[in-house]
């Protein structure tokens, strides 16, 4: 009932920066908190950054000053601005959304997009 797109992954030098962007469509009456998390080989996942619906952020300590997340409401879209990549932030990177759909009255359900593969190396 939800589909989550994720674009944006790719292969960039230590220092370098990427964009990962988190499309929602489906049967969607309201979309509250949305967020970015990663899993690195042999590695559980692990929360990245979250915007929940007053715009408030949340960041991961590894990736506090280096790492932005942002909404648009209408397009129902949340984006990852990356900068100062390390080879430590290698990843495969998720999105995640809690989505009240047509039918739910109201309850929030939990989404995760298929993952974007995030390599930093030189």
């Known amino acids: 009932q939800v589909q989550l797109v994720e674009s944006g992954g790719g292969l960039v030098q230590p220092g370098g920066s990427l964009r990962l962007s988190c499309a929602a469509s489906?049967?969607?009456?309201?979309?509250?908190?949305m967020g970015w998390y990663r899993q690195a080989p042999g590695k559980e996942r692990e929360l990245v950054a979250v915007?929940?619906?007053?715009?408030?952020?949340n960041y991961a300590d590894s990736v506090k000053d280096r790492f932005t997340i942002s909404r648009d409401i209408a397009k129902n879209t949340v984006n990852l601005r990356m900068n100062s990549l390390k080879p430590e932030d290698t990843a495969v990177y998720y999105c995640n959304v809690n989505v009240a759909i047509i039918g739910s009255f109201g309850r929030y359900s939990n989404y995760w997009g298929q993952g974007t593969q995030v390599t930093v190396s030189s």
């Open positions: 915007i929940i619906d007053g715009g408030t952020t």
């Open positions: 489906g049967s969607i009456v309201r979309i509250g908190t």
